[in-house]
């Protein structure tokens, strides 16, 4: 008998060691945070909370369940706006993976926002904060992170016949930087496996069976149409397969083990809708296109994966 405590042990222990840092807004969020106030109105100020600001300006404001009162000053008259409060996405999105964290946040004011941007308009008292798109600036730095959930593979082994597989579980982490607001790179390592449960565990197999898992390296241009990201690029591909053979003829446990490993050069497409700022769903295409190890020959492989993507602001 064998315990298979392999690369879905290591995948799960770096997964939930990385996201804990992020599985609620009472870690992710500061109470202060900074928003981005301006108005149709010239020379006015904005008076919030006792304090007066020359707009536009950007000022750090207290997260609260409570609407934010704000008095618009200007050489003819003053108005009060009221910006409502929202939940904010590290709230919604974050917890999504460890759940724990929703319940964590009830009692924290964290969870809350008024959006980043706060515009005056002339002819409003009151400013609903309604959703609106993200349009990241030129210049703007993303660490990301993301779940490869569902996979699908098709490779070819060297010596074996065509395998096709599904299951679950992986790993992606990389950095975008966003050369305008509609046009950004994306350098990122993933790691995607065919599990056959929803989560990782250590699985006792006793009757034989396969594993298939790819490890790969890539470089996309992306574009963003309103919330929806379009990518493609260069990818760099280690695929392994793994086969156990137990021949239960014999009174004694015999296990006879079949594995190879390939390095692939191919392609990278992706497409993700934006829930907001932070937490996207989209889908993976790699087509591996030109096999440089053990023998170089073109031969197509191929992974699909349906990824859930978090992401996070290193540089403004």
Known sequence: MRVNINIYIKLFLLTISSFLLFSCATIFNKSKYPVKINTSYIDA?????????????IVDIKRSKKDLQIK????????????????????????????????????????????????????????????QAYKPEKGQVFFKLSLPYLNNFIIKPQNEETRISNGFIGFST??????NNKTFLCLDFNIITDFFIPFPAPIKK??????????????????????????????????KWYQSCVDTNQVEYIEDTKHTKSQ????????????GRYFSIGIKYKPDIYRIYPIAEFKYEHSISIDFLWRFIIKR
Request: proline fraction near 2%; charge should be neutral.
């Open 45 to 57: 100020k904005a008076e919030i909370n006792d304090s007066i600001y020359s707009l536009p300006s």
């Open 72 to 131: 618009l000053i200007t050489d003819t008259c003053n108005k009060l706006y009221t910006i409502k409060t929202g939940l904010s996405s590290q709230y919604k999105y974050l917890n999504i993976l460890i759940w724990l964290g929703y319940f964590i946040d009830l009692t924290n004011n964290k969870r809350f926002t008024y959006g980043d941007e706060i515009y005056l308009d002339s002819s409003n008292y009151i400013v609903p904060n309604l959703k």
């Open 174 to 179: 990389g950095v975008s930087y966003y050369r």
């Open 206 to 239: 006793y009757n034989g069976y396969e594993e298939i898992s790819s490890t790969y390296l890539s470089l996309s241009e992306n574009r963003a149409v309103n919330k929806i990201n379009f990518g493609y690029g260069l990818s760099f591909s280690i695929n």
């Open 264 to 275: 692939s050069i191919g392609l990278i497409f992706s497409s993700y809708y934006n829930f």
